[in-house]
């Protein structure tokens, strides 16, 4: 069975520092791998996904992330974080077979001290 | 407004109670899904549908019931609240099968005392 962990439940980080939450899946074959952020009182926001192809992805809000098969890794980076970065991340891994097969993480939530 | 909406976004219930979850979306997506968000669970999926009159149960579904009679509506039912139903309640929606990129709603807080 798929499964997704995030080993960090819990991280607090400067205003301006450099960011990277871990995301290690299980999954017998080509994952489909999803980064996903909740702010406060919100639904969860797509922020980048790897289908395919270039293993270093881009999203939104100046997020990336990398894929590594050989480590079954898809870490979150951020160069410089803003307060408006506070919140909680969940990544995700699925595959082509549909929606429902779509595997959380616990997520990590992550602070931003000024 | 276009979008996903979910209501009520905070319902606070006694056991026994039946509550309903409304889910509304304007995409006319295929997909529909319910989610619950629980400290240390991440999200589980409750039950989710392909397409009206066409649902199925995701990997915690006891306890609730799901109809979708129309494609933009999706309502969860708690029949008779337990108290490990408190949780955060989140619907989405898709495209369609395979990898889409899912769509959520803001979310319902439900208590049940």
């Known amino acids: 069975a798929q499964s997704v962990t995030q080993p960090d439940i819990h991280i607090t980080v400067s205003e301006g520092a450099s960011l990277e939450l871990r995301c290690n899946y299980s999954?017998?074959?080509?994952?489909?791998l999803f980064w996903y952020v909740q702010s406060p009182g919100q639904g969860l926001q797509l922020l980048l996904k790897?289908?395919?192809?270039?293993?270093l992805v881009q999203g939104i809000k100046g997020f990336e992330a990398e894929f590594k098969r050989s480590q079954s890794s898809f870490n979150l980076r951020k160069p410089s974080v803003h307060w408006s970065d506070a919140a909680e991340y969940f990544c995700?891994?699925?595959?082509?077979?549909?929606?429902?097969?779509?595997?959380f993480g616990t997520g990590t939530r992550l602070t931003i001290i000024p | 407004d276009a979008g996903i909406t979910q209501s009520p976004r905070y319902k606070i219930t006694e056991t026994g109670r039946q509550v309903t979850l409304m889910c509304h979306q304007t995409w006319s997506h295929s997909y529909m899904f319910w989610y619950r968000q629980d400290l240390g669970h991440g999200l589980r999926l409750i039950y989710y549908s392909a397409a009206a009159d066409i649902t199925d149960k995701g990997e915690v579904p006891d306890g609730y019931v799901v109809s979708r009679s129309k494609t933009e509506n999706f309502p969860l039912t708690l029949e008779s609240a337990t108290r490990s139903q408190t949780s955060v309640y989140f619907c989405?929606?898709?495209?369609?099968?395979?990898?889409?990129?899912?769509?959520f709603g803001a979310g319902s807080r439900l208590t049940v005392l």
């Open positions: 995700a891994v699925g595959s082509n077979f549909g929606n429902e097969k779509l595997t």
């Open positions: 999954y017998g074959a080509t994952p489909y």
């Open positions: 989405a929606s898709s495209v369609g099968a395979g990898a889409n990129v899912l769509t």
């Open positions: 790897y289908f395919s192809g270039d293993t």
